[in-house]
């Protein structure tokens, strides 16, 4: 995924994205923050890329907001931790989370260094205002996270916040495939990706 933020800057009030994904995957809106749940939200430039932070070639984007989500990574830390394979990883690169797997230990919240997980510490069943009944909603005492839309990506369409994006500001694209528009863009545009020096491999991009 590519997301490039000199769109997003221009439009600093649209959330369609956000929008998309929590009503498609029933995401709760759970007014006290110790509870929430968040699979894709803005995150100020600072805390979203600490380790470049400080780097003067970027100086304008401090206090601008990004887009962050679970980064997909090539090598991610989540997966290994898992006791019961609730965390895994498909073919494709996408890094899921079966909720029925999952016996909350939140061990992958530990390893995740992205802060990408999110545990039902309540029953988020309850916060859900306009439930899609085409996805399954969770129950207290379990983690999720961005699933990288992958009921979708099997039917052969985008993630639901690449669709909903009105500006086209979110790309998803084959990175195996060295002519996919995906790698066309990485190639003539300067990007950047959160935390590359633990060695994660974040699937994530953003053209800044």
């Known amino acids: 995924m590519v997301i490039d933020t000199r769109i997003c800057r221009q ?17 709760p809106h759970i007014p006290d923050k110790k509870h929430e749940i968040k699979w894709i939200w803005k995150e100020e430039f600072e805390n979203a890329f600490p380790d470049t932070a ?4 970027i100086e ?7 887009l962050v989500l679970c980064n997909h990574c090539e090598n991610p830390p989540c997966v290994r931790v898992c006791p019961t394979q609730a965390t895994f990883k498909r073919p494709d690169g996408i890094v899921m989370m079966d909720m029925h797997r999952c016996i909350g230990c939140r061990f992958c919240m530990a390893a995740c260094p992205f802060g990408a997980r999110n545990f039902n510490w309540i029953n988020p069943r309850a916060y859900i ?7 399954p909603t969770r129950m207290r005492g379990v983690v999720e996270k961005c ?7 099997d ?9 909903a994006c009105p500006y086209g500001a979110i790309v998803v694209g084959d990175l195996a495939d060295p002519n996919s528009k995906i790698n066309q863009i990485l190639r003539e545009n300067f990007t950047i990706r959160r935390k590359t020096h633990l060695g994660t491999g974040p699937s994530v991009f953003y053209i800044v």
Not at 54 to 57: A, G
Not at 129 to 135: G, S
Not at 156 to 162: D, H, M, N, S, T
């Open 11 to 27: 439009h600093p009030e649209c959330n369609k994205c956000i929008e998309a994904c929590d009503h498609e995957h029933n995401v």
């Open 54 to 57: 400080q780097e003067y070639s």
């Open 60 to 66: 304008h984007l401090k206090g601008t907001e990004f």
């Open 129 to 135: 205002k306009d439930p899609n009944p085409e996805y």
């Open 147 to 153: 699933i990288f839309c992958n009921e979708r990506i």
């Open 155 to 163: 039917q052969g369409k985008l993630p639901v916040c690449a669709e």
